[in-house]
C-alpha cells in the first residue's frame, strides 16, 4: 500500500446496519499501517495497524462500519507507506432482540 493510492469496490447491501471490517495486514518495522475507509465519498473511519515485525509476517485486525442498504462504493485510501493489505472482509453484526 502507497499512500496516495487507493482501491475501489462496489458492493452491494443486502441489510443496512452496522458490519464488521476485517483487514488482513502485514505492517513493517518502525512503521504503522493506516488508511481511511470511505463510503460513497464520505470518510467513515481511519483504522490504523500496528506493526507486525514484518512484510511477511500477517495479522487480522477488525473494526466496525455502518453501512446503509444497496450499492456502495467502498474506497480503501492508504495514508502511510510500509505495509500491505492481503484482503479486507465486511460482515454484518446480527441486532441482538428478545427478553433477557
Given at each position: 500500500?502507497?499512500?496516495?493510492?487507493?482501491?475501489?469496490?462496489?458492493?452491494?447491501?443486502?441489510?443496512?446496519?452496522?458490519?464488521?471490517?476485517k483487514y488482513?495486514?502485514?505492517?513493517?518495522?518502525?512503521?504503522?499501517?493506516?488508511?481511511?475507509?470511505?463510503?460513497?465519498?464520505?470518510?467513515?473511519?481511519?483504522?490504523?495497524?500496528?506493526?507486525?515485525?514484518?512484510?511477511?509476517?500477517?495479522?487480522?485486525?477488525?473494526?466496525?462500519?455502518?453501512?446503509?442498504?444497496?450499492?456502495?462504493?467502498?474506497?480503501?485510501?492508504?495514508?502511510?507507506?510500509?505495509?500491505?493489505?492481503?484482503?479486507?472482509?465486511?460482515?454484518?453484526?446480527?441486532?441482538?432482540?428478545?427478553?433477557?
Amino acid at each position: 500500500m502507497d499512500a496516495g493510492v487507493w482501491m475501489d469496490y462496489i458492493v452491494n447491501v443486502a441489510t443496512a446496519g452496522t458490519y464488521k471490517v476485517k483487514y488482513r495486514v502485514a505492517v513493517d518495522s518502525g512503521y504503522t499501517g493506516k488508511v481511511q475507509l470511505q463510503v460513497n465519498g464520505v470518510n467513515l473511519k481511519m483504522p490504523s495497524f500496528p506493526t507486525t515485525g514484518g512484510l511477511k509476517k500477517w495479522m487480522i485486525v477488525s473494526d466496525s462500519v455502518t453501512l446503509e442498504e444497496g450499492e456502495q462504493k467502498i474506497r480503501l485510501y492508504p495514508s502511510q507507506n510500509g505495509w500491505k493489505l492481503n484482503w479486507f472482509q465486511l460482515k454484518l453484526i446480527p441486532k441482538v432482540s428478545g427478553k433477557f
